[in-house]
């Protein structure tokens, strides 16, 4: 009765009225008239707004993984973490309302959306892992690497999207550069 189309077009509008109003702005009445259809069709696919809201974490969960998936392994781990954090930054530009989902705390994941979120990670903690093993990085377990990795690129993106980056400067200027000194901050080959 009701079709995947519909379901991807309500789930988008929810993800604009959580990220514009956080979760309270979003009632499955408003939902429904945004997205031209009935608040029966928005029970039919989710259940009720708790349902909505998990679909919706997992669909900005499922998205942000498959973009870094994309990324893949080369013999060069520590450029491949360099280019998840290009992907990230661009999967938070074309899609914003379902990175705000994924980032915000809209309500407590369910194990298996939770789980689908921790996974983003682990391209980035495999990049590590193959640049240690090469002997090319150091300084901690990979997990630890990984997170201030992801710490610098999510902290620019952020100030990106929020519009906060002071008068006079751009991160698109020195995102990558800011990348690379994160990494090579972790290499064997930084001066002691």
Excluded at 1 to 13: I, K, S, T, V
Excluded at 123 to 151: F, H, M, N, T, Y
Aim: charged letters at 20%; one cysteine or more; hydrophobic letters at 45%.
């Amino acid at each position: 009765m009701h079709d995947d189309a519909l379901r991807a077009r309500l789930l988008e509008h929810a993800a604009v009225l959580v990220f514009d109003g956080g979760v309270d702005a979003l009632s499955l009445r408003r939902l429904a008239a945004g997205a031209g259809t009935s608040t029966t069709a928005v029970y039919s696919l989710f259940g009720n707004k708790a349902g909505l809201l998990e679909s919706l974490y997992l669909e900005a969960a499922r998205r942000f993984g498959a973009r870094l998936a994309q990324v893949g392994a080369t013999d060069d781990p520590l450029r491949d973490i360099v280019r998840l954090g290009v992907v990230y930054r661009e999967y938070a530009r074309d899609e914003p309302h379902l990175f705000g989902v994924l980032f915000a705390k809209v309500d407590e994941p369910s194990d298996a959306a939770g789980a689908e979120a921790a996974r983003t990670i682990e391209p980035l903690v495999d990049a590590v892992r193959r640049g240690q093993g090469a002997g090319r990085l150091v300084g901690g377990p990979a997990e630890s690497i990984a997170l201030a990795c992801w710490g610098v690129a999510h902290g620019l993106v952020s100030l990106e999207l929020a519009g906060s980056v002071p008068a006079g400067l751009d991160v698109a200027t020195g995102y990558e550069s800011a990348l690379w000194a994160m990494v090579n901050g972790w290499s064997s080959n930084r001066p002691s």
